[in-house]
């Protein structure tokens, strides 16, 4: 048996932008603050592998980002980077937890990321899994198209998911197998874990994932290339920018990305896509302690 199903994390609650937000704190006050952020379409009870071996050196706290997990959802359907950080700025604020080390997965990495740039006194250590964003080619191909464009098709995705209900899984089991279809990394452990953790039963007895539709789609203008390479190099702590093989995310070694760091090192894995923390548990963990102990 795992150590959080005998004793699992207390849920809390804070307040950002009037939003009831939830997050996971793992006890052990005593101990450095450590922040574990999620990705998109995901939730804070993904890093129960990762927090039940590190909770006794830890103090542990895992929050939802808006509209995902338990955390309430934008009532605009909006959701934007801004947003996102201001959340996180709330949360260590708010809780005392700075200076914080984070360790984030793809969105949450890109919203630790940009916080420690901003605040680069309020973070120890940073680890980032997948965490950099589109690629600088993607980014280049989205740059070219005109504002209009742009506009035009995220008023054309808002339209679309306004009129897009929840898809609703008559069992834990169909959500299950569809959970497992997602990440073929997983064990069916893990994937049912993750499961249980990522739907709410509606009231016809049917189950639907947790996160707000909305959060699938991305604002029509962001932070530009230079501007993002700006915060990253204003981050005064060591960074470790977590990669696996077989992933789509582009390696930031060798697109370049990685040079705009005072200190980052880019560690990739074998055998693990974008879920390096699911996929290679050990090793990533083995990898993190080392990173964190320095």
């Known amino acids: 048996m795992l150590d959080y199903e005998a ?21 052990n006050p005593g101990a450095p603050p450590l922040i574990l952020l999620h990705g998109g379409r995901d939730h804070c009870r993904n890093w129960d592998w990762v927090a039940s ?3 006794h050196e830890w103090h542990i706290i895992a929050p939802d980002l808006r509209g995902h997990g338990d ?21 260590i604020h708010q809780q005392q937890l700075a200076p914080a080390t984070i360790v984030a997965h793809s969105l949450g990495g890109n919203i630790a990321l940009r916080y420690a740039g ?11 899994i997948e965490g950099l964003g589109p690629s600088p080619k993607v980014l280049a191909e989205r740059g070219v198209k005109p504002i209009a464009t742009r506009m035009t098709r995220w008023v054309e995705l808002q339209r679309e998911l306004a009129g897009r209900l929840p898809r609703r899984y008559g069992s834990i089991e169909e959500a299950f197998k569809r959970m497992q279809e997602a990440n073929r990394h997983l064990s069916p452990e893990q994937a049912r874990h993750l499961t249980q953790h990522g739907v709410n039963q509606n009231e016809d007895g049917t189950y639907s ?11 029509p203008y962001d932070l530009t290339q230079a501007e993002l390479e700006e915060l990253w190099a204003r981050i005064a702590c060591p960074t470790l920018l977590v990669y696996g093989k077989e ?4 390696n930031p070694a060798e697109d370049g ?17 974008h879920w390096v923390h699911h996929d290679q548990l050990d090793a990533f963990l083995d990898t993190v302690r080392e990173f964190l102990a320095e």
């Open 71 to 91: 955390s309430q959802w934008s009532p605009d359907g909006y959701y934007n980077m801004p947003g996102y950080i201001y959340d996180l700025a709330q949360l």
């Open 257 to 273: 990305r990685a040079a705009h760091f005072k200190s980052a090192e880019v560690v990739l894995f074998e055998k693990a896509g």
């Open 118 to 128: 901003i605040f680069p006194q309020n973070v120890r250590r940073l680890v980032a």
């Open 247 to 250: 992933s789509w995310a582009s």
């Open 53 to 55: 071996r590190l909770r």
């Open 7 to 27: 004793s699992g994390p207390t849920s809390r609650v804070y307040f950002s932008q009037r939003l009831r937000l939830h997050y996971v704190d793992w006890g």
């Open 209 to 219: 994932w947790k996160f707000d539709n909305y959060v699938r789609v991305w604002p």
